[in-house]
C-alpha cells in the first residue's frame, strides 16, 4: 500500500486482516464493533434477566419462563463495541543504538503493524509517543482502515531521542486516558527492572489490558563490534563505563541482557499481561506472524 | 651453529614497534550503547587488570615470535654438518657400449656394480658423481644422498662419444688428491695402472675384445664438375686373426657398391669405390659385426648431386663467360653496387673479381685481384706490373698438376703477411695466391685474373682455375672431418641444427655447436628451411682398439691424503619460513574461527 513502509507488502498486509486483537476483558467501545462490551446491547450473546416494564419490547419476553413461572422477564443481550487500542511507542535516545541495528525503526514497524491490525479489525487506534525530539502526535483515535496511512506518517515525524523514565511517562499517559482499552507498550526496557514493573503496574492498577514488546538489537544482543578496552557511553544518561571485552566478557554481557528480558517477562505473566522480544536480527515479518499469541493477538 | 647475515638482527629493533602497536591497538575505543545497564558487572571484570596495562594475549606473543623467527630468517641460520663425500666416476663413452662375453653392455654392468657398491654404503654419506662424455662434467651442483645418486647412476646414458682419456686422468687425479673426498669410485672399462692412488676404487668392466672398425669414409669428386663420387673407406682389423673385412655402400636406401681386403692383425686397409652415383647421405657398414658396432657403421654426405652455382660479382661481368661453359656449372652476375648478402643463399660458391663484400661472406669464395685496405679481409696488396712465379707448394690441391714454370700471371697484385690466409703460390713482390679457412668456409685469394684464360689454349691456368674451384665446391662433399664429441663451428647462416635423434637445437653462427655425441647425420637448417647435412662418425681408429686397450695411469703427487670430514653449512632459513607460514595460518584459522563464533 502507498505511504506504507516496504516492510508492510500487500502479502503481510493480507495475513494482518486475518489477525484481530484479543484482551483478556471487556472494554467499553465508542461505536459498535467486535468486541463484546460490558454494556448491554443487542448481540446475540445472552447476558441477564429484567422483570418486563411497559414500554418493553415483546420479542424479547422469553415465554417458556413465562410458563414455567407464570411471570414476564425481558432476556438481555450484550453488547458489541470497538476496542480502544493504545500504542505507546518509546522514542527515546536508546532506541537509537546501536547504530545499525535499527531498533526504532523496527519498533515503528511493530506499532505500525498493531495499528493496522486495529484499524482493519474496525477499532480505534491512539498512538502515544515516550520521550522522541519529533511532534507528539495529537491525543486522538484513529479510525478506519483507510487512516493505517496516517498513522504511518505519523509514526515517521518521530525522531528517537532524550533520555525517557518510562513509569512516570505511562503514569502521565493514564492521567491522560479516560478510557480503558488495550495497550500496547513497546520499547527496549533498557533500564531497571523496577522502573519497568512499576510503568507497567500502572495499566493493571488501571484495569487495563497489556502487552510488552521489548525491542532489542542484535548486535546489541551479542555485543559485536566491542572488542579490547572499550568505553561505553549511556546514550541516555550520558554515564560512561570502562570495561575490557573478550570473548568471555561478551558472554556474560549477553547473559545479563536476557536475563534482564527475562525477569520483564516473568513479571508480565505473573501480572497476566502479554509480553514478546523481537531482535532486530530477525525477519520481521516472520516474528510478527509468529508471534502473533505473545503478542495479544489471535486469528 | 652460526648466522650468514648476522647484520639482519637490528630488525629486532621492530620488536618495540609491535609492543607499541599493541599498545595502540589495546587503547580503549569510546563506543555509545542504547544503555550501561549490562556493563556495570563487566567493569569489575576490568579493574581486575595489573595496573590496568594492556592485556597481551597469545596473538600478541604468536605474533612475537613470527618476527622473530622472520628476523632470524634474514640472519640466515645454519648449523654445521660433518659429512664425508664420495666421488663417483662413471665413464660413459662410446667404448662403455661394447658388449660383454656374459652378454648385455659395459655400461649396464657397470652401472649395475656400481649400484650395489652404493647401496652398501651407510645412509648419510653424500656422494658426487660425475660422467666423462663428452667430457667430463658433474652430474649434481650440491652432494647427493645415497638414494639420488643411485638414481643418477641408473638414469645415466652412454654417449657415442669417445673417452677423452687426458681429462679422465685428470679429473681421477684431481679427485684423488683432494682430501674432502673419503672415496673415489671409478667405474669404467679402462684399467687403471699401478700404483693406484689409495682412496681410488675401480671398478673395471669389459675384458679387452676383438673388434672390427672403419677408421674414415672419405668422399671426393672425381673431378671439378662432375656429378659422380669418389669414396674411400679405411678399415681396421684389432684382433689376433686375419680377416676378411668387407664394406657395403647404401645410399638412400640402396646399395651402391660393396669391397673387401683381407686384413692382417693389428692393420689397417683402404678400400676404394670409384663412380658413386649421386645421393644426399652414404653409409657405409662394415662385416663382419662384433661386440662394438658403434664402429662399423659410418656416414658421409654430398652435395655434389645437384650443379654448382656460382655468383659472380663483378664490374665485367663478361670474364665469367669462360666458367659458363663448364659442364654442371650455373653462374649468375651482379654488379659490386647491386650485391646483396642475401644473394649468397643460393649460391654454392661466390666469386668477388676486383670488389670484397662488405661482410664475411657465408659460402665458400674466391676473391680476385681484391682492392686494398678493405674491412673484412683486412688485405695487404703490392701492384705488380708483370708478376713471376718464384715458388709454390706441391701439396696443395690447388696446385696438383699445375706447370707452373709456363704460368703467366701477367699484370696483378701481391699479398703482404695475412693473418688466418696461407700463402700457396709466390711471386718476387709476396704472395700471388692465397688459401685459408674461416667461419667453416673456405676462402682463396688471386692476385691475378684467371678467367681470361679459362677455357683458352693457357692450360696452366685453366688447371689452376679448375683447382680452385673445385677446392671451393667440393666442401660438401667432404664427410671426413666430424667425429662423435668434438665440437664444430656453426657455419654462417645456419639457425638450428637437427640431430640424429630428431631433437632440433637451436644454432648461432660463428660459435662452436658442441651437442654432437650422437653418431649420425646431422641436419644444418638455414633461413628459409635451407638444409645442408653433415654426417658425424665415430672417433679414430686408436678409440676402436679395444683390445690393447691401455691402463689410465693416476699420478699421485703427494703421500697418501688423509680423509678428513667435510663441514658444510646447511642452511635453516627453510625451516624457519615453512614455521611462520604454519604459525600464519594458524593464527588465521583460530581468528576466523572465533570471529566466526562471536558473528563478527
Not at chain 2, 595502540?24 to 575505543?29: Q, T
Request: hydrophobic letters at 45%.
Amino acid at each position: 500500500m502507498a505511504g506504507l513502509p516496504d516492510e508492510l507488502t500487500p502479502w503481510f498486509l493480507a495475513r494482518l486482516e486475518d489477525l484481530r486483537i484479543r484482551t483478556r476483558q471487556q472494554f467499553p467501545g465508542m461505536g459498535k464493533g467486535s468486541h463484546l462490551s460490558p454494556k448491554r446491547g443487542s448481540s446475540l450473546e445472552f447476558s441477564d434477566y429484567r422483570h418486563y416494564s411497559l414500554g418493553d419490547d415483546f420479542r424479547y419476553i422469553d415465554w417458556g419462563l413465562y410458563g414455567r413461572t407464570d411471570k414476564l422477564y425481558i432476556k438481555l443481550f450484550k453488547e458489541e463495541e470497538d476496542l480502544l487500542t493504545y500504542v505507546f511507542l518509546d522514542a527515546s535516545a536508546s532506541m537509537a543504538y546501536p547504530e545499525g541495528d535499527r531498533k526504532f525503526e523496527s519498533a515503528v514497524l511493530i506499532a505500525l503493524a498493531l495499528g493496522y491490525v486495529a484499524l482493519a479489525s474496525g477499532d480505534r487506534v491512539m498512538l502515544r509517543v515516550l520521550g522522541g525530539s519529533g511532534t507528539q502526535p495529537a491525543p486522538v483515535f484513529l479510525y478506519g482502515r483507510n487512516r493505517a496511512i496516517e498513522l504511518a506518517e505519523r509514526l515517521r515525524a518521530i525522531r528517537p531521542g532524550g533520555q525517557l523514565d518510562l513509569a512516570s511517562a505511562l503514569a502521565r499517559e493514564l492521567v491522560a486516558i479516560r478510557r480503558a482499552g488495550k495497550c500496547f507498550v513497546i520499547s527496549d526496557f533498557l533500564m531497571m527492572p523496577n522502573v519497568v514493573t512499576r510503568g507497567l503496574g500502572l495499566f493493571t492498577a488501571a484495569t487495563m489490558d497489556v502487552t510488552a514488546v521489548q525491542v532489542l538489537g542484535g548486535r546489541e544482543l551479542s555485543g559485536q563490534g566491542l572488542s579490547g578496552d572499550v568505553e561505553v557511553v549511556d546514550a541516555e544518561t550520558g554515564e560512561q563505563v570502562r570495561v575490557s571485552m573478550g570473548a568471555r566478557e561478551r558472554e556474560q554481557y549477553r547473559q545479563t541482557l536476557l536475563r534482564l528480558s527475562r525477569e520483564i517477562k516473568a513479571f508480565c505473566m505473573k501480572r497476566g499481561m502479554h509480553y514478546a522480544l523481537y531482535t532486530t536480527d530477525r525477519s520481521f515479518q516472520d516474528f510478527f506472524l509468529r508471534a502473533a499469541a505473545d503478542l495479544g493477538l489471535a486469528h | 651453529m652460526g648466522l650468514l647475515n648476522p647484520g639482519a638482527l637490528v630488525f629486532l629493533a621492530l620488536v618495540p614497534a609491535l609492543v607499541l602497536a599493541y599498545l595502540a591497538r589495546e587503547r580503549s575505543s569510546r563506543v555509545t550503547v542504547s544503555s550501561v545497564l549490562a556493563f556495570r558487572a563487566l567493569r569489575a571484570l576490568g579493574q581486575k587488570r595489573f595496573a590496568g596495562r594492556p592485556r597481551f594475549d597469545w596473538r600478541f606473543f604468536l605474533e612475537l615470535l613470527v618476527l622473530t623467527l622472520a628476523v632470524l630468517a634474514m640472519a640466515g641460520p645454519y648449523v654445521v654438518r660433518r659429512e664425508n663425500p664420495i666421488a663417483v666416476v662413471l665413464d660413459n663413452s662410446a667404448q662403455m657400449k661394447a658388449q660383454t662375453a656374459s652378454g648385455g653392455s659395459r655400461f649396464d654392468k657397470a652401472k649395475k656394480e656400481l649400484d650395489a657398491m652404493l647401496a652398501a654404503m651407510p645412509g648419510e654419506s653424500a656422494v658426487s658423481v660425475y660422467l666423462t662424455s663428452p667430457e667430463p662434467h658433474r652430474v649434481n651442483a650440491a652432494p647427493l644422498s645415497i638414494a639420488a645418486a643411485r638414481s643418477a647412476v641408473r638414469d645415466a646414458q652412454a654417449t657415442d662419444a669417445p673417452a677423452d682419456n687426458g681429462a679422465l686422468v685428470n679429473l681421477l687425479t684431481e679427485l684423488s688428491s683432494d682430501s674432502h673426498y673419503a672415496k673415489v669410485i671409478f667405474a669404467g672399462a679402462r684399467a687403471l695402472a699401478p700404483p693406484v692412488p689409495p682412496g681410488i676404487t675401480a671398478i673395471t668392466v669389459g675384458d679387452p675384445i676383438e673388434n672390427f672398425a672403419i677408421g674414415s669414409f672419405v668422399l671426393r669428386r672425381e673431378s671439378f664438375g662432375s656429378q659422380a663420387l669418389r669414396a674411400s673407406v679405411t678399415v681396421a682389423n684389432f684382433s689376433t686373426a686375419p680377416k676378411t673385412l668387407k664394406v657395403a655402400i647404401t645410399a638412400d636406401g640402396k646399395s651402391l657398391a660393396s669391397a673387401e681386403s683381407n686384413v692382417r692383425p693389428g692393420e689397417t686397409a683402404v678400400l676404394d669405390f670409384p663412380s658413386l652415383a649421386p645421393a644426399a647421405v652414404y653409409q657405409a657398414v662394415l662385416a663382419p659385426s662384433d661386440g662394438f658396432s658403434l664402429d662399423n657403421v659410418a656416414y658421409a654426405t654430398s652435395a655434389s648431386v645437384k650443379s654448382v652455382s656460382i655468383l659472380f660479382v663483378s664490374p665485367t661481368p663478361d670474364d665469367a663467360k669462360g666458367l659458363g661453359s663448364i659442364p654442371g656449372v650455373s653462374v649468375t652476375t651482379v654488379a659490386p653496387d647491386a650485391f646483396s648478402p642475401g644473394e649468397l643463399a643460393s649460391a654454392d660458391l661466390a666469386i668477388f673479381e676486383y670488389s670484397v663484400p662488405k661482410e664475411m661472406p657465408s659460402v665458400n669464395a674466391l676473391l680476385v685481384m681484391p682492392p686494398p685496405g678493405d674491412p673484412v679481409f683486412h688485405f695487404d696488396t703490392v701492384q705488380v706490373r708483370a708478376a713471376q712465379v718464384t715458388a709454390w707448394r706441391a701439396t696443395d690441391p690447388l696446385a696438383y698438376s699445375v706447370n707452373f714454370r709456363l704460368l703467366n700471371p701477367g699484370a696483378g697484385e701481391a699479398f703482404g703477411v695475412h693473418p688466418w690466409m696461407a700463402p700457396v703460390v709466390d711471386g718476387r713482390q709476396g704472395a700471388l695466391v692465397l688459401r685459408g679457412e674461416r667461419d667453416g668456409h673456405r676462402f682463396v685469394a688471386s692476385g691475378f685474373n684467371l678467367f681470361p684464360y679459362l677455357g683458352r689454349q693457357n692450360l696452366p691456368m685453366s688447371i689452376l682455375t679448375l683447382n680452385i674451384l673445385g677446392y671451393l665446391a667440393g666442401v660438401g662433399a667432404n664427410s671426413g672431418g666430424y667425429r662423435t664429441g668434438q665440437p664444430w663451428l656453426v657455419p654462417a647462416g645456419i639457425e638450428s641444427v637437427i640431430l640424429p635423434s630428431g631433437q632440433t637445437v637451436a644454432a648461432k653462427p660463428g660459435t662452436l655447436f658442441d651437442d654432437t655425441a650422437s653418431l649420425g647425420v646431422y641436419k644444418l637448417v638455414g633461413r628459409h628451411g635451407a638444409v645442408t647435412l653433415r654426417a658425424v662418425n665415430f672417433s679414430d681408429l686408436a678409440d676402436s682398439d679395444l683390445l690393447n686397450a691401455t691402463p689410465l695411469r693416476i699420478e699421485s703427487h703427494a703421500p697418501a691424503p688423509k680423509t678428513r670430514a667435510v663441514t658444510a653449512k646447511a642452511p635453516l632459513t627453510l625451516y624457519l619460513f615453512a614455521a611462520i607460514l604454519v604459525l600464519l595460518a594458524l593464527e588465521g584459522l583460530v581468528v576466523y574461527r572465533r570471529r566466526s563464533a562471536a558473528g563478527v
